[in-house]
């Protein structure tokens, strides 16, 4: 089995899984007491931040070690907002950000406060000017990732703290994805990862707060790491993430150098053996590991289960493998197609032949697919105007398939109408005219809470 999903969790390195054996029987004591094994405890605690703060980029008394990412992300953002209620209660953030920034912007919004999401490029990438633009005098934060946790895009990070720093608005970083691969550039404020995206266990984050930065912990208050994350220290698992981070660093410009080669072969290859993907996000800037494509006319969860079948654990966005039906916001916010998408990301040390047997297996996986939905073959134009098809009741990628199959009864300039309730063709219906080539006109709500989406055909194949 070919374990392709590092972004979601990496496999415990094995620096990682030495360090936390050999803390188990050393730091187990409380590091806050005087005798023999709290003062080892207390040792290997300092020297775990020295090695975080190192890694990062910062100093020892700037880093604290919390229970995870997610939690280091939400006392990151509701201290600094609290901490600068007085000059407003203003927030910023990419449309992009992980979840759980946008849930934390949400609590914000929630208690009163205002929320300016700044938008992305196609390739998920925020302009730097545009983030600019959202800063207002009443900002009391403003969130930006380091790299896009879906499709690898990574963000003008340098470029946007100049703006935030000449406006007085500190700058809070989500660098989960990319803390393995190099620090944070730029005079960023804030800082937040995650242990088990770079190889170490799970339950331990890191959070940055740069000296000066003005910042309120929330909630009761605590001895422990300066107040910020309280409770008795996970000493095992910090000082097996600090090792962890340390090795993965080590290697992390060679194995970036070769994962990219294999990544830009997919890249090159995809598009090659299965007609109708896109591929999404920045084809330079980007995370080296990782790569996602979308596949047109295919049902995401029986995607990934015929991959999973042929021995490949991949993640995808794709609303299709949701029980919701509600389409990735990442996707969304970029404007690409969100069906049948699948993202990879490589573990360190994986093997060219594995990336040679991936691209082997999918056309065949995606290929079975379309089949069982029934996905369109293209074909000259018809002599019609105009062709309505009604798609109410069927969920992705159904109305794209349906659309597909009714463009070709049109001649040119002609226009077919999709009615359709799912959420998604919102998303897919605008995106597969981009990628198809023809002229998306728009939607409008109809009176039974449908919406009718039309479509001009511009040309014949």
């Not at 944070?184 to 339950?203: C, E, I, N």
């Not at 969920?395 to 040119?412: H, S, Y």
Request: aromatic content about 4%; glycine content about 10%.
């Amino acid at each position: 089995m070919s374990y392709f999903d590092v972004a979601s969790s990496a496999p415990l390195h094995p620096v990682a899984r030495q360090a936390l054996q050999a803390s188990l029987d050393e730091g187990w004591a409380d590091p806050s007491r005087l005798y023999r094994e709290g003062r080892r405890a207390r040792m290997l605690l300092d020297a775990a931040r020295e090695a975080a703060a190192d890694a990062v980029g910062c100093r020892t008394d700037e880093l604290v070690f919390t229970p995870s990412g997610t939690a280091s992300v939400h006392t990151a953002v509701a201290g600094a907002l609290a901490a600068r209620r007085r000059v407003g209660q203003h927030l910023v953030v990419s449309a992009v950000e992980h979840s759980s920034v946008l849930h934390s912007a949400a609590a914000h919004e929630g208690h009163g406060g205002s929320l300016t999401e700044v938008g992305v490029e196609r390739t998920g990438a925020v302009r730097s000017d545009a983030f600019r633009e959202a800063l207002r005098a009443d900002t009391a934060l403003a969130c930006l990732q380091s790299a896009n946790h879906e499709v690898g895009t990574e963000q003008p990070v340098e470029e946007v703290a100049e703006h935030c720093r000449a406006a007085g608005v500190p700058l809070f970083v989500d660098a989960a994805q990319s803390l393995a691969w190099g620090p944070v550039p730029g005079a960023w404020s804030l800082l937040a990862g995650s242990a088990h995206k770079w190889g170490g266990p799970a339950g331990v984050g890191l959070l940055v707060v740069r000296k000066g930065v003005r910042f309120a912990p929330q909630g009761p208050g605590d001895e422990r790491e300066s107040g910020r994350a309280p409770g008795f220290e996970n000493i095992p698992g910090i000082v097996a993430a600090a090792a962890s981070l340390r090795a993965v660093r080590a290697e992390a410009a060679a194995q970036a150098a070769r994962l990219r080669e294999l990544t830009d072969l997919m890249r090159a290859r995809v598009p090659e053996l299965v007609p109708d993907v896109e591929v999404v996000g920045d084809p330079v800037r980007r995370l080296p590991h990782l790569l996602t494509f979308s596949c047109l006319y295919v049902d995401g969860e029986s995607l990934l289960h015929g991959l999973d079948r042929a021995g490949f654990s991949v993640s995808s966005g794709s609303s299709c493998t949701s029980s919701t039906l509600t389409p990735s916001h990442v996707l969304r916010a970029m404007g690409v197609v969100s069906e049948g998408n699948v993202r990879v990301s490589l573990p360190l040390g994986t093997p060219e032949s594995e990336v040679e047997r991936f691209l082997e297996v999918l056309p065949g996986v995606v290929r079975e697919v379309r089949e069982r939905l029934g996905a369109p073959v293209a074909g000259a134009a018809g002599d019609a105007e105009a062709v309505t098809v009604d798609a109410v009741g069927l969920t992705c990628p159904q109305p794209v398939i349906e659309l597909a199959r009714a463009i070709g009864k049109v001649r040119a300039g002609g226009t077919v109408t999709v009615i359709a309730d799912d959420e998604v063709a919102a998303v897919d219906i605008p995106a597969w005219c981009f990628t198809q080539g023809h002229e998306y006109v728009g939607a409008g709500s109809r009176p039974d809470g449908a919406v009718a989406y039309e479509v001009r055909r511009s040309s014949a194949p």
